[in-house]
Every structure is written in C-alpha cells, then in structure tokens.
C-alpha cells in the first residue's frame, strides 16, 4: 500500500500543487474580505501565507533549486512574528471593548 501511495504522490505534476496552493489561496482571500471576526481574519492570512509556501516548495521542486525553500523559511518567519503581533493586537482589543468584531474597530482608520 505505501509502495502505491508514492507512486501516486510521484505522479503530481506542478499544475496540481499550484491549482491546490491557489484554491487555498482563494479561500483565505475570501475568507478574509467576508468575516468579520478578527481571529478569523488572522487565521485567514495566516492561509495565504501558507498558499504562497506551498507555491514556492512547488516550483523550487519543478526547477531543482532550492530558492523556493529558503523563501518558505522567509515566509514561516513573516508568519511568526505576524502570529505574535496579531494575537497580541487582539488581546488587547478585546479586553478595551469586549468584541473582537471588525466593524466595531472602523473609527481607529479616521
């Protein structure tokens, strides 16, 4: 069975990982423009971030070259301290206001 499940993984071109990290891409976006949950809107671009490494793994993979995982280590590092920073912004503006709604957080942009 394992001899079976990697000849299949094999078989994966590079169209399939980049229609696969595009669709996660799309969800996130989505996601991201439509909820209003701010833990939501973190987890949404913590998806983007994710569809972006999966691309670059994808094409380092396609071009034997190793330039798609150094970006990945680049972008993990973006993604930790956005993770720190955001839960930290959200901490704090649930504990002024006890929502973590958007819309409530709209005057901060005037």
Request: aromatic residues 14%.
């Amino acid at each position: 069975m394992t001899l079976q499940l990697a000849v299949t993984f094999s078989q994966l071109s590079l169209s399939h990982y980049l229609v696969m990290s595009s669709v996660l891409f799309v969800i996130g976006l989505v996601g991201f423009l439509t909820r209003r949950n701010l833990i939501v809107m973190f987890l949404c671009t913590e998806l983007m971030f994710q569809a972006a490494a999966i691309a670059f793994v994808a094409f380092g993979r396609y071009w034997y070259d190793f330039t798609g995982q150094v970006f990945v280590i680049f972008i993990l590092t973006v993604a930790a301290a956005e993770a720190a920073l955001a839960l930290a912004l959200v901490v704090l503006l649930y504990r002024r206001r006890s929502t973590l709604n958007a819309d409530e957080w709209m005057e901060l942009s005037e």
